[in-house]
T-cell receptor, first 112, second 113 residues
Framework: DTGVSQDPRHKITKRGQNVTFRCDPI?????LYWYRQTLGQGPEFLTY????????KSRLLSDRFSAERPKGSFSTLEIQRTEQGDSAMYLC??????????FGSGTQLSVL | GDSVTQMEGPVTLSEEAFLTINCTYT??????LFWYVQYPGEGLQLLLK?????DKGSNKGFEATYRKETTSFHLEKGSVQVSDSAVYFC????????????FGSGTRLSIRP
């Protein structure tokens, strides 16, 4: 087991384009989280899945953001019509319990 | 709402110095408390945790004690090394929302040889 895997590591896109990130959690983990981290700040919670069910979404997750975890394994986070303010590190984490989660290395998004 | 406030950085110390990074929290009920560390070029790693009042979390020479009376969870290490240079995040997992972790803004620590 190599931990939480995120792809791509870096993404550069033009404003208005759509982007999709993938997260592969640790295989036996039923909890999966997405966070966003901007420079000099701590990660901010975006959304949470328990198996394939999306149980919680932050108000930070605007209508342009959508996340899925179709079979309770990997997850995708899509951002439509990207804006410069979406530039950030997008982190995925997984765990078997709420108080012990493991983070991936993140996808760094730059919107030009 | 629930929040975490931690000491602003950067903090620069000489090797073998004593380290304290202050962290206080605001939360309803009794959250679990964590310190995460982010080494240069790497992802977030859990450093230590405490799940109830007066618990002490420890790992790699770092310690933090859950102080309910002062709503604090200060990180300490008796003798820092160059390899401890990283960004440290204090965080809580709230009772009201056990599915998410709320992070402080991070403290960058640099250790001089």
């Amino acid at each position: 087991d190599t931990g939480v895997s995120q792809d791509p590591r870096h993404k550069i896109t033009k404003r208005g384009q759509n982007v999709t990130f993938r997260c592969d959690p640790i295989s036996e983990h039923n909890r999966l989280y997405w966070y966003r981290q901007t420079l000099g700040q701590g990660p901010e919670f975006l959304t949470y899945f328990q198996n394939e069910a999306q149980l919680e979404k932050s108000r930070l997750l605007s209508d342009r953001f959508s996340a899925e975890r179709p079979k309770g394994s990997f997850s995708t986070l899509e951002i439509q019509r990207t804006e410069q303010g979406d530039s950030a590190m997008y982190l995925c984490a997984s765990g078997e319990e709420a108080h012990l989660v493991f983070f991936g290395s993140g996808t760094q998004l730059s919107v030009l | 709402g629930d929040s975490v406030t931690q000491m602003e950085g950067p903090v620069t110390l000489s090797e073998e110095a004593f380290l304290t990074i202050n962290c206080t929290y605001t939360a309803t009920g009794y959250p679990s408390l964590f310190w995460y560390v982010q080494y240069p070029g790497e992802g977030l790693q859990l450093l230590l945790k405490a799940t109830k009042a007066d618990d002490k979390g420890s790992n790699k020479g770092f310690e933090a004690t859950y102080r309910k009376e002062t709503t604090s969870f200060h990180l300490e290490k008796g003798s820092v090394q160059v390899s401890d240079s990283a960004v440290y995040f204090c965080a809580l997992s709230a009772v009201s929302s056990a599915s998410k972790i709320i992070f402080g803004s991070g403290t960058r620590l640099s250790i001089r040889p």
